[in-house]
């Protein structure tokens, strides 16, 4: 058995936490499908970017021109296009989603958030519980609060097919959360996606 779980906390510019918010995450996109498909049959690997473009990727090495380079969900502190995601956007999840429906863009202006490193955690096993810990921390240097109606988690991929070196950033979990939680001027927002197997 398996769970995802998402953490929200929210805190005000004093660092006190005004809100927590926990839920199970039910929304892995068609991309993580593919991958995991490539994974257990070592089949190249199908999948659409936060673009709309479709890319097929080499699983493996076939040659020096076809090959996969290196996947990672890392994003490093001002990279919105990577690691743990969130926007505005309130549509219901879908299958086929490859995108945030509104990604709140990195900045730190009015409207914006300050995207802090991904950091992805360890394995840890403890009794018959298998974890893995994502986590990102939002600033909002703004004056204004910035609302928050959803998260998503991406994977940087980056490969060589054809001779040419590609690099694509592919949604593999969209989120919309169930009411909208406000980041206030100077506070800042925690996000954590637990992904947890019983054994």
Not at 160 to 176: E, F, M, P, Q
């Amino acid at each position: 058995m398996y769970r995802v779980y998402l953490d929200l906390t929210v805190r005000d510019k004093t660092g006190k936490v005004i809100q927590k918010l926990r839920r199970e995450s039910k929304s892995f996109v068609k991309n993580f499908m593919n991958i995991l498909h490539s994974i257990l049959t070592g089949n190249d690997i199908t999948v659409v970017d936060m673009n709309g473009t479709t890319h097929t990727i080499p699983y493996a090495f076939k040659d020096v021109d076809n090959y996969l380079e290196t996947s990672f969900t890392y994003g490093s502190e001002t990279d919105d296009e990577g690691g743990i995601i969130v926007g505005s956007g309130t549509a219901s999840p879908t299958p086929d989603d490859y995108c945030l429906g509104n990604k709140i863009p990195h900045g730190d202006a009015d409207g914006q958030l300050h995207y802090k490193d991904t950091v992805v955690g360890s394995v840890i096993v403890s009794g018959n519980e298998i974890t893995i810990e994502i986590t990102r921390e939002f600033n909002n240097n703004g004056s204004v609060s910035v609302t928050v109606a959803e998260v998503g988690l991406v994977i940087h991929i980056e490969y060589k097919k054809g001779g040419t070196y590609i690099k694509s950033n592919i949604l593999i979990i969209r989120d919309v959360l169930d009411s909208t939680i406000n980041v206030p001027a100077g506070g800042s927002l925690e996000v954590k996606y637990i992904i947890k197997v019983v054994t």
